[in-house]
Protein backbone atom coordinates (compact mmCIF):
# COMPACT_ATOMS: atom_id res chain seq x y z
CA UNK A 1 0.00 0.00 0.00
CA UNK A 2 1.49 3.50 -1.27
CA UNK A 3 1.51 6.46 -0.03
CA UNK A 4 0.07 9.48 -2.09
CA UNK A 5 -0.45 13.37 -1.81
CA UNK A 6 -2.78 14.32 -4.62
CA UNK A 7 -2.29 18.43 -5.38
CA UNK A 8 -5.06 20.74 -5.61
CA UNK A 9 -4.35 23.65 -7.39
CA UNK A 10 -5.60 27.37 -6.96
CA UNK A 11 -5.87 29.39 -10.10
CA UNK A 12 -7.22 32.70 -8.48
CA UNK A 13 -7.60 35.66 -9.37
CA UNK A 14 -9.17 38.76 -7.13
CA UNK A 15 -10.88 36.21 -4.87
CA UNK A 16 -10.10 36.29 -1.09
CA UNK A 17 -12.76 34.78 1.13
CA UNK A 18 -13.36 31.05 -0.64
CA UNK A 19 -9.88 30.22 -0.67
CA UNK A 20 -9.24 30.99 2.73
CA UNK A 21 -12.04 29.26 3.67
CA UNK A 22 -11.42 26.59 1.47
CA UNK A 23 -7.54 26.31 2.54
CA UNK A 24 -8.24 26.20 6.31
CA UNK A 25 -11.47 23.60 6.61
CA UNK A 26 -9.33 21.31 4.05
CA UNK A 27 -6.39 21.26 6.69
CA UNK A 28 -8.82 20.74 9.62
CA UNK A 29 -10.44 17.98 7.85
CA UNK A 30 -7.20 16.74 8.12
CA UNK A 31 -7.84 13.69 5.38
CA UNK A 32 -6.27 10.50 4.59
CA UNK A 33 -8.15 8.30 2.53
CA UNK A 34 -7.89 4.93 1.06
CA UNK A 35 -8.47 4.35 -2.56
CA UNK A 36 -7.64 1.39 -4.48
CA UNK A 37 -5.49 0.49 -2.21
CA UNK A 38 -3.58 3.84 -1.94
CA UNK A 39 -3.38 5.88 1.43
CA UNK A 40 -4.24 9.41 -0.61
CA UNK A 41 -3.32 12.81 1.52
CA UNK A 42 -4.05 16.32 -0.12
CA UNK A 43 -2.68 19.12 -0.62
CA UNK A 44 -3.37 22.59 -1.66
CA UNK A 45 -1.90 25.23 -3.36
CA UNK A 46 -1.87 28.95 -5.16
CA UNK A 47 -0.54 28.42 -8.13
CA UNK A 48 1.71 31.41 -9.85
CA UNK A 49 1.51 32.75 -12.96
CA UNK A 50 4.89 32.14 -15.15
CA UNK A 51 6.23 31.81 -18.48
CA UNK A 52 6.22 27.42 -18.85
CA UNK A 53 7.44 24.85 -21.87
CA UNK A 54 5.25 23.17 -22.97
CA UNK A 55 6.56 19.86 -22.61
CA UNK A 56 7.15 20.89 -18.83
CA UNK A 57 5.43 18.00 -16.20
CA UNK A 58 2.35 19.15 -14.51
CA UNK A 59 2.73 18.89 -11.09
CA UNK A 60 -1.69 19.33 -9.85
CA UNK A 61 -4.07 16.87 -10.40
CA UNK A 62 -6.99 18.82 -10.02
CA UNK A 63 -7.54 23.01 -10.82
CA UNK A 64 -9.97 24.87 -9.70
CA UNK A 65 -10.00 27.89 -11.51
CA UNK A 66 -10.65 31.81 -11.64
CA UNK A 67 -9.22 33.18 -14.49
CA UNK A 68 -9.56 31.59 -17.71
CA UNK A 69 -12.31 32.74 -18.55
CA UNK A 70 -10.58 36.66 -19.27
CA UNK A 71 -6.69 35.59 -18.19
CA UNK A 72 -5.37 33.94 -21.33
CA UNK A 73 -1.53 32.38 -20.21
CA UNK A 74 -3.41 30.54 -17.25
CA UNK A 75 -5.79 29.56 -19.98
CA UNK A 76 -3.14 27.92 -22.35
CA UNK A 77 -1.46 26.76 -19.30
CA UNK A 78 -4.45 24.91 -18.20
CA UNK A 79 -5.33 23.85 -21.92
CA UNK A 80 -1.56 21.93 -21.99
CA UNK A 81 -1.75 20.81 -19.18
CA UNK A 82 -5.69 18.93 -19.87
CA UNK A 83 -4.16 17.92 -23.03
CA UNK A 84 0.07 16.66 -21.75
CA UNK A 85 -0.64 15.62 -18.52
CA UNK A 86 -4.61 14.74 -18.10
CA UNK A 87 -5.25 17.59 -15.72
CA UNK A 88 -8.57 17.67 -14.40
CA UNK A 89 -9.78 21.20 -13.85
CA UNK A 90 -13.11 23.20 -13.30
CA UNK A 91 -14.50 24.57 -15.44
CA UNK A 92 -13.45 23.63 -19.06
CA UNK A 93 -11.31 26.31 -20.74
CA UNK A 94 -12.78 24.75 -23.86
CA UNK A 95 -16.14 25.65 -23.24
CA UNK A 96 -15.71 28.88 -21.61
CA UNK A 97 -13.81 30.33 -24.28
CA UNK A 98 -16.53 28.82 -26.83
CA UNK A 99 -19.99 29.05 -25.10
CA UNK A 100 -21.54 31.83 -24.28
CA UNK A 101 -25.63 32.77 -23.55
CA UNK A 102 -25.81 32.62 -27.47
CA UNK A 103 -24.77 28.94 -27.62
CA UNK A 104 -26.67 27.82 -24.41
CA UNK A 105 -29.83 29.38 -25.38
CA UNK A 106 -29.70 27.48 -29.09
CA UNK A 107 -28.81 24.28 -27.34
CA UNK A 108 -31.30 23.80 -24.75
CA UNK A 109 -34.21 25.59 -27.12
CA UNK A 110 -32.96 22.30 -29.50
CA UNK A 111 -33.51 20.24 -26.10
CA UNK A 112 -36.88 21.78 -25.54
CA UNK A 113 -36.05 23.67 -22.66
CA UNK A 114 -38.69 26.80 -22.70
CA UNK A 115 -36.27 29.35 -23.22
CA UNK A 116 -38.11 33.01 -23.93
CA UNK A 117 -38.36 33.77 -27.67
CA UNK A 118 -34.91 35.57 -28.53
CA UNK A 119 -33.49 37.13 -31.78
CA UNK A 120 -30.11 38.57 -32.65
CA UNK A 121 -29.42 41.80 -34.15
CA UNK A 122 -26.46 42.64 -36.38
CA UNK A 123 -24.76 45.56 -34.34
CA UNK A 124 -25.41 49.16 -34.60
CA UNK A 125 -21.76 50.74 -35.10
CA UNK A 126 -18.55 48.68 -36.15
CA UNK A 127 -15.02 49.05 -35.69
CA UNK A 128 -13.55 49.52 -39.38
CA UNK A 129 -11.74 46.66 -41.26
CA UNK A 130 -10.11 46.94 -44.51
CA UNK A 131 -13.15 44.31 -45.58
CA UNK A 132 -15.99 45.86 -43.44
CA UNK A 133 -17.34 48.30 -46.31
CA UNK A 134 -17.56 46.13 -49.08
CA UNK A 135 -19.32 43.47 -47.13
CA UNK A 136 -21.39 45.51 -45.14
CA UNK A 137 -22.00 46.89 -48.45
CA UNK A 138 -22.79 44.05 -50.23
CA UNK A 139 -24.62 41.74 -48.04
CA UNK A 140 -25.89 43.82 -45.10
CA UNK A 141 -29.65 44.05 -45.20
CA UNK A 142 -31.87 46.64 -43.99
CA UNK A 143 -33.99 45.70 -41.06
CA UNK A 144 -37.24 47.14 -39.22
CA UNK A 145 -35.88 46.94 -35.75
CA UNK A 146 -39.11 48.25 -34.64
CA UNK A 147 -40.91 44.84 -36.56
CA UNK A 148 -38.75 42.87 -34.67
CA UNK A 149 -39.76 44.43 -31.51
CA UNK A 150 -43.73 44.16 -32.62
CA UNK A 151 -43.38 40.18 -32.82
CA UNK A 152 -41.43 39.58 -29.82
CA UNK A 153 -44.17 41.85 -27.89
CA UNK A 154 -43.38 44.07 -24.98
CA UNK A 155 -41.57 44.17 -22.55
CA UNK A 156 -38.77 42.50 -23.92
CA UNK A 157 -34.75 42.68 -22.90
CA UNK A 158 -31.73 43.99 -25.02
CA UNK A 159 -28.92 42.34 -23.68
CA UNK A 160 -25.23 41.30 -25.15
CA UNK A 161 -25.03 37.59 -26.74
CA UNK A 162 -22.22 36.72 -25.04
CA UNK A 163 -23.07 38.78 -21.70
CA UNK A 164 -22.31 38.77 -18.01
CA UNK A 165 -22.39 41.13 -14.82
CA UNK A 166 -25.67 43.25 -15.99
CA UNK A 167 -23.35 45.29 -18.57
CA UNK A 168 -25.56 46.46 -21.24
CA UNK A 169 -28.62 44.55 -20.10
CA UNK A 170 -32.01 46.85 -20.78
CA UNK A 171 -35.36 46.34 -20.40
CA UNK A 172 -37.57 48.08 -23.21
CA UNK A 173 -41.12 48.29 -22.76
CA UNK A 174 -41.94 50.24 -26.18
CA UNK A 175 -40.34 50.98 -29.78
CA UNK A 176 -39.05 54.40 -28.87
CA UNK A 177 -37.21 52.81 -25.94
CA UNK A 178 -36.11 50.06 -27.96
CA UNK A 179 -34.52 52.36 -30.69
CA UNK A 180 -32.75 54.51 -28.22
CA UNK A 181 -31.15 51.41 -26.94
CA UNK A 182 -29.96 50.29 -30.03
CA UNK A 183 -28.41 53.29 -30.87
CA UNK A 184 -26.45 53.60 -27.54
CA UNK A 185 -25.52 49.93 -28.14
CA UNK A 186 -22.20 50.56 -30.32
CA UNK A 187 -20.49 47.68 -31.44
CA UNK A 188 -21.66 44.94 -29.19
CA UNK A 189 -24.15 42.06 -30.79
CA UNK A 190 -27.25 42.04 -29.28
CA UNK A 191 -30.17 39.67 -28.58
CA UNK A 192 -33.61 41.04 -27.92
CA UNK A 193 -35.58 38.50 -25.98
CA UNK A 194 -39.02 38.24 -25.11
CA UNK A 195 -39.65 39.32 -21.08
CA UNK A 196 -40.68 36.63 -18.88
CA UNK A 197 -43.19 38.99 -17.56
CA UNK A 198 -45.54 37.81 -14.95
CA UNK A 199 -42.99 35.78 -13.08
CA UNK A 200 -43.23 34.76 -9.90
CA UNK A 201 -40.25 33.65 -8.63
CA UNK A 202 -36.80 34.10 -9.81
CA UNK A 203 -34.62 31.07 -9.03
CA UNK A 204 -30.19 31.26 -9.11
CA UNK A 205 -29.86 27.41 -8.80
CA UNK A 206 -25.75 27.06 -8.54
CA UNK A 207 -24.16 23.61 -9.72
CA UNK A 208 -20.84 22.32 -8.19
CA UNK A 209 -20.24 18.64 -9.78
CA UNK A 210 -23.69 16.74 -8.78
CA UNK A 211 -24.31 19.21 -6.10
CA UNK A 212 -26.73 21.88 -6.74
CA UNK A 213 -28.27 24.71 -4.11
CA UNK A 214 -31.38 26.75 -4.84
CA UNK A 215 -31.11 30.49 -4.09
CA UNK A 216 -34.26 32.73 -4.29
CA UNK A 217 -32.73 35.75 -5.89
CA UNK A 218 -33.86 39.05 -6.00
CA UNK A 219 -32.24 40.92 -8.84
CA UNK A 220 -33.47 44.90 -8.30
CA UNK A 221 -32.11 44.52 -4.54
CA UNK A 222 -28.98 45.46 -3.61
CA UNK A 223 -25.74 43.43 -4.26
CA UNK A 224 -25.58 41.72 -0.53
CA UNK A 225 -29.04 41.10 -0.79
CA UNK A 226 -29.91 39.34 -3.80
CA UNK A 227 -29.32 36.14 -2.57
CA UNK A 228 -32.15 35.74 0.00
CA UNK A 229 -31.65 33.43 3.15
CA UNK A 230 -34.79 31.14 2.42
CA UNK A 231 -34.93 27.98 2.24
CA UNK A 232 -37.14 24.52 1.66
CA UNK A 233 -39.22 27.67 -0.49
CA UNK A 234 -39.94 25.35 -3.72
CA UNK A 235 -42.10 22.45 -4.29
CA UNK A 236 -40.61 19.15 -5.19
CA UNK A 237 -41.55 19.40 -8.57
CA UNK A 238 -39.96 22.55 -8.84
CA UNK A 239 -36.83 21.32 -6.91
CA UNK A 240 -36.87 18.35 -9.38
CA UNK A 241 -36.97 20.54 -12.88
CA UNK A 242 -34.47 22.88 -11.55
CA UNK A 243 -32.25 20.85 -10.38
CA UNK A 244 -32.40 18.30 -13.18
CA UNK A 245 -32.16 21.30 -15.69
CA UNK A 246 -28.73 22.87 -13.67
CA UNK A 247 -27.10 19.17 -13.93
CA UNK A 248 -28.12 18.74 -17.89
CA UNK A 249 -26.46 22.11 -18.72
CA UNK A 250 -23.72 21.68 -16.37
CA UNK A 251 -23.01 18.00 -18.40
CA UNK A 252 -24.13 19.26 -22.20
CA UNK A 253 -21.37 21.94 -21.73
CA UNK A 254 -19.23 19.68 -19.13
CA UNK A 255 -19.12 22.38 -16.36
CA UNK A 256 -18.22 21.75 -13.01
CA UNK A 257 -19.08 25.05 -11.43
CA UNK A 258 -22.02 27.07 -13.07
CA UNK A 259 -25.14 29.14 -11.95
CA UNK A 260 -28.42 28.71 -13.92
CA UNK A 261 -31.07 31.39 -13.82
CA UNK A 262 -34.86 30.55 -13.93
CA UNK A 263 -37.90 32.35 -13.81
CA UNK A 264 -41.42 30.74 -12.81
CA UNK A 265 -44.47 31.86 -15.19
CA UNK A 266 -47.46 30.04 -15.04
CA UNK A 267 -45.68 27.31 -13.20
CA UNK A 268 -43.16 27.06 -16.02
CA UNK A 269 -39.78 27.04 -15.44
CA UNK A 270 -37.74 29.70 -18.31
CA UNK A 271 -34.55 29.65 -18.19
CA UNK A 272 -32.84 33.00 -19.33
CA UNK A 273 -28.90 32.78 -18.08
CA UNK A 274 -27.30 29.98 -17.69
CA UNK A 275 -23.72 30.67 -19.17
CA UNK A 276 -21.95 31.58 -15.78
CA UNK A 277 -18.44 29.75 -16.08
CA UNK A 278 -17.59 31.95 -12.96
CA UNK A 279 -19.87 31.41 -10.76
CA UNK A 280 -20.24 34.47 -8.36
CA UNK A 281 -17.82 33.13 -5.15
CA UNK A 282 -17.52 35.87 -3.04
CA UNK A 283 -19.00 36.28 1.19
CA UNK A 284 -20.21 39.02 0.07
CA UNK A 285 -23.04 37.89 -2.16
CA UNK A 286 -23.17 34.60 -1.04
CA UNK A 287 -23.21 34.80 2.81
CA UNK A 288 -25.62 32.78 3.94
CA UNK A 289 -25.29 29.93 1.18
CA UNK A 290 -20.99 30.55 1.40
CA UNK A 291 -20.52 27.84 3.76
CA UNK A 292 -22.29 25.45 1.01
CA UNK A 293 -19.85 26.20 -1.42
CA UNK A 294 -16.99 25.88 0.29
CA UNK A 295 -18.05 22.37 1.32
CA UNK A 296 -19.52 21.49 -2.07
CA UNK A 297 -16.20 23.02 -3.66
CA UNK A 298 -13.95 20.63 -1.45
CA UNK A 299 -16.33 17.69 -2.20
CA UNK A 300 -16.09 17.48 -5.79
CA UNK A 301 -12.11 18.52 -5.87
CA UNK A 302 -11.39 15.95 -3.50
CA UNK A 303 -13.40 13.65 -5.26
CA UNK A 304 -11.90 14.36 -8.73
CA UNK A 305 -8.08 14.15 -7.54
CA UNK A 306 -8.96 11.05 -4.73
CA UNK A 307 -10.27 8.88 -8.09
CA UNK A 308 -8.22 10.48 -10.93
CA UNK A 309 -12.25 11.31 -12.95
CA UNK A 310 -10.84 12.26 -16.01
CA UNK A 311 -11.72 15.45 -17.77
CA UNK A 312 -13.89 14.59 -20.54
CA UNK A 313 -12.41 17.70 -23.18
CA UNK A 314 -14.56 16.06 -25.99
CA UNK A 315 -18.40 16.52 -25.56
CA UNK A 316 -20.74 14.00 -26.80
CA UNK A 317 -23.97 15.79 -28.01
CA UNK A 318 -25.47 13.34 -29.77
CA UNK A 319 -26.85 11.62 -27.20
CA UNK A 320 -28.95 14.14 -26.10
CA UNK A 321 -30.06 15.04 -29.62
CA UNK A 322 -31.69 11.38 -29.70
CA UNK A 323 -34.11 12.28 -26.50
CA UNK A 324 -34.52 15.84 -28.06
CA UNK A 325 -36.10 14.12 -31.30
CA UNK A 326 -38.78 11.97 -29.72
CA UNK A 327 -41.94 12.42 -29.80
CA UNK A 328 -42.19 12.89 -26.09
CA UNK A 329 -42.90 15.29 -22.96
CA UNK A 330 -40.11 17.57 -22.36
CA UNK A 331 -40.76 16.03 -18.57
CA UNK A 332 -39.55 12.86 -19.90
CA UNK A 333 -37.29 14.28 -21.89
CA UNK A 334 -35.82 15.71 -19.05
CA UNK A 335 -35.70 12.63 -16.67
CA UNK A 336 -33.80 10.99 -19.53
CA UNK A 337 -31.16 14.27 -20.14
CA UNK A 338 -30.67 13.90 -16.20
CA UNK A 339 -30.22 10.25 -16.43
CA UNK A 340 -26.84 11.19 -18.85
CA UNK A 341 -26.27 14.09 -16.80
CA UNK A 342 -26.11 12.55 -13.28
CA UNK A 343 -23.90 9.65 -15.26
CA UNK A 344 -21.83 12.33 -16.40
CA UNK A 345 -20.91 13.14 -12.67
CA UNK A 346 -20.56 10.01 -11.88
CA UNK A 347 -23.74 10.71 -9.20
CA UNK A 348 -23.62 7.44 -6.99
CA UNK A 349 -19.97 7.07 -6.52
CA UNK A 350 -19.45 10.95 -5.85
CA UNK A 351 -22.77 10.23 -3.04
CA UNK A 352 -20.95 6.88 -1.77
CA UNK A 353 -17.45 8.35 -1.64
CA UNK A 354 -18.91 11.39 0.51
CA UNK A 355 -20.75 9.53 2.82
CA UNK A 356 -17.54 7.09 2.96
CA UNK A 357 -14.83 9.17 3.65
CA UNK A 358 -16.08 12.79 3.94
CA UNK A 359 -18.85 12.30 6.28
CA UNK A 360 -17.02 14.24 9.35
CA UNK A 361 -17.30 17.15 6.91
CA UNK A 362 -20.56 18.96 8.23
CA UNK A 363 -19.49 18.98 11.57
CA UNK A 364 -16.11 20.07 11.48
CA UNK A 365 -17.52 22.93 8.62
CA UNK A 366 -19.93 23.43 11.17
CA UNK A 367 -17.70 24.63 14.14
CA UNK A 368 -14.97 26.30 11.52
CA UNK A 369 -17.59 28.52 9.99
CA UNK A 370 -18.16 29.76 13.83
CA UNK A 371 -13.92 30.37 13.86
CA UNK A 372 -11.90 33.66 13.83
CA UNK A 373 -10.62 32.61 10.53
CA UNK A 374 -14.08 32.83 8.75
CA UNK A 375 -14.87 36.16 10.36
CA UNK A 376 -11.35 37.14 9.58
CA UNK A 377 -11.70 36.09 5.78
CA UNK A 378 -14.81 38.14 5.79
CA UNK A 379 -13.37 41.20 6.89
CA UNK A 380 -10.44 40.97 4.19
CA UNK A 381 -13.19 40.66 1.56
CA UNK A 382 -15.01 43.29 3.09
CA UNK A 383 -12.10 46.00 3.21
CA UNK A 384 -11.53 45.17 -0.36
CA UNK A 385 -15.04 45.91 -1.61
CA UNK A 386 -16.50 48.66 0.81
CA UNK A 387 -15.54 52.03 1.84
CA UNK A 388 -13.55 52.73 5.03
CA UNK A 389 -16.81 53.83 7.24
CA UNK A 390 -18.63 50.12 5.97
CA UNK A 391 -16.16 47.94 6.75
CA UNK A 392 -17.49 47.32 10.39
CA UNK A 393 -21.30 47.09 9.72
CA UNK A 394 -20.96 44.65 6.15
CA UNK A 395 -18.61 42.56 8.55
CA UNK A 396 -20.99 41.97 11.15
CA UNK A 397 -24.22 41.66 8.36
CA UNK A 398 -22.71 38.83 7.03
CA UNK A 399 -20.51 37.73 10.06
CA UNK A 400 -24.48 36.89 11.59
CA UNK A 401 -25.69 35.82 8.28
CA UNK A 402 -23.21 32.58 8.69
CA UNK A 403 -24.07 32.06 12.35
CA UNK A 404 -27.89 32.26 11.25
CA UNK A 405 -26.89 29.18 8.61
CA UNK A 406 -24.90 27.51 11.71
CA UNK A 407 -27.99 27.67 14.34
CA UNK A 408 -29.96 26.25 11.62
CA UNK A 409 -28.11 23.54 10.97
CA UNK A 410 -27.60 22.64 14.75
CA UNK A 411 -30.92 22.53 15.17
CA UNK A 412 -32.05 20.48 12.26
N1 LIG B 1 -35.98 37.37 -20.59
C1 LIG B 1 -35.98 38.00 -19.43
N2 LIG B 1 -37.12 38.10 -18.71
C2 LIG B 1 -37.16 38.75 -17.52
N3 LIG B 1 -36.08 39.35 -16.96
C3 LIG B 1 -34.91 39.30 -17.64
C4 LIG B 1 -34.80 38.61 -18.90
N4 LIG B 1 -33.52 38.72 -19.31
C5 LIG B 1 -32.88 39.43 -18.36
N5 LIG B 1 -33.70 39.79 -17.37
C6 LIG B 1 -33.38 40.61 -16.17
O1 LIG B 1 -32.13 41.26 -16.38
C7 LIG B 1 -31.15 40.78 -15.46
C8 LIG B 1 -29.80 40.64 -16.16
O2 LIG B 1 -29.94 39.75 -17.29
P1 LIG B 1 -28.97 38.50 -17.49
O3 LIG B 1 -28.92 37.71 -16.23
O4 LIG B 1 -29.41 37.80 -18.70
O5 LIG B 1 -27.61 39.28 -17.75
P2 LIG B 1 -26.18 39.10 -17.13
O6 LIG B 1 -25.37 40.19 -17.74
O7 LIG B 1 -25.75 37.68 -17.30
O8 LIG B 1 -26.37 39.38 -15.59
P3 LIG B 1 -25.71 38.63 -14.32
O9 LIG B 1 -24.26 38.45 -14.61
O10 LIG B 1 -26.01 39.59 -13.18
O11 LIG B 1 -26.46 37.36 -14.16
C9 LIG B 1 -31.71 39.47 -14.92
O12 LIG B 1 -31.23 39.20 -13.62
C10 LIG B 1 -33.19 39.73 -14.95
O13 LIG B 1 -33.58 40.49 -13.82
MG1 LIG C 1 -28.09 36.84 -14.85
Given at each position: ??????????????????????????????????????????????M???P???????????????????????R??I???????????????????????????????R???????????????????P????????????????????????????????????????????????????????T?????????????????????G?????????????L???????????????E???????????A????????????????????I????????????????????????????????????????????W???????????????????????????????????????????????????????????????????????????????????????????????
Amino acid sequence: MANVTRHIGLSLGADICWPICYEALLKKLDLSISVDGNTQRFEVERMGIEPFDLRQPVKYDVVIDRLTHWYHTSREWIKKAILTDDLYVFNNPWSLQSMEKHTTYCAMMRLGFPIPETWMVPPKNYIESPDLQPTLRNYAKLFNLAEIGDRIGYPLFMKPYDGGAWVGVTAIHDRESLHAAYNQSGTRVMHLQEAVDPHDMFVRCVGLGPQWRFVNYDPAAPLHDRYQMDSDFLSDYDEATLSKMTMVINAFFGWDFNSCEALRSNSVWRPIDFANGCPDSQVTSLHYHFPWLIKANLRWSIFCAATDRSMHANLNWGQYFKIAAKDISFDEKLEAYAKIAFDYFDYDRFSEFCERHLAHLDEVALEFFGSDVVKDAIRQKVEALYPPHEIEEFTELFWTRIQTWREQQDAA
